[in-house]
């Protein structure tokens, strides 16, 4: 039977087993590898009354709480999108935008023309390389 994915899934590659870890969503067991972590940041004052209070010279805190997801969850909730065979089996990172090299690689046009003719190398330098005949 072909395999879907070459890797199977996951990114353990060929070390064995590896600990297992619960879905926050839905309390699924997941590998660690396959599992999807999201970092968010987590306010316990709501947002309207943060900014009021920032106006005020006041600090409010923000913690960073990481979210363990399985695959199922981390789609429907938007995490993760589905894409298809061709778009899983490309070499490239599809969150990074593509730089045109046209537009990096031209000269720019504003360029001035250089009027001066080139300058002979001076003697000092050159003295081995020079023969006399």
Same mark, same amino acid.
């Given at each position: ?17 590896? +600990?297992?870890?619960? !879905?926050?969503?839905?309390?699924? *067991? ?12 987590? /306010? ?21 709480? &990481?979210? &363990?997801? !399985?695959?199922? !969850? =981390?789609?429907?909730?938007?995490? *993760?999108?589905?894409? /298809? ?7 490239? =990172? /599809?969150?990074?935008? *593509?730089?045109?090299?046209? &537009?990096? =690689? ?14 002979? +190398? ?6 081995? =390389?020079?023969?006399?005949?």
């Amino acid at each position: 039977m072909p395999k879907k994915r070459k890797n199977r899934g996951r990114h353990k590659g060929d070390k064995g087993k590896e +600990p297992m870890v619960y !879905c926050d969503n839905c309390g699924k *067991l997941v590998p660690r590898s396959k599992a999807v972590r999201v970092t968010v940041p987590y /306010s316990p004052v709501p947002g309207d009354l943060a900014r009021e209070l920032e106006k005020q010279g006041a600090i409010v805190p923000r913690y960073y709480v &990481t979210k &363990t997801y !399985c695959i199922n !969850c =981390a789609i429907y909730l938007g995490i *993760l999108k589905v894409r /298809s065979e061709d778009e899983r089996k490309r070499k490239i =990172a /599809s969150a990074r935008p *593509l730089v045109r090299r046209e &537009t990096v =690689a031209a000269p720019p046009a504003t360029k001035p023309a250089q009027t001066q003719p080139p300058t002979q +190398p001076t003697q000092q330098g050159n003295e081995g =390389a020079q023969t006399k005949s």
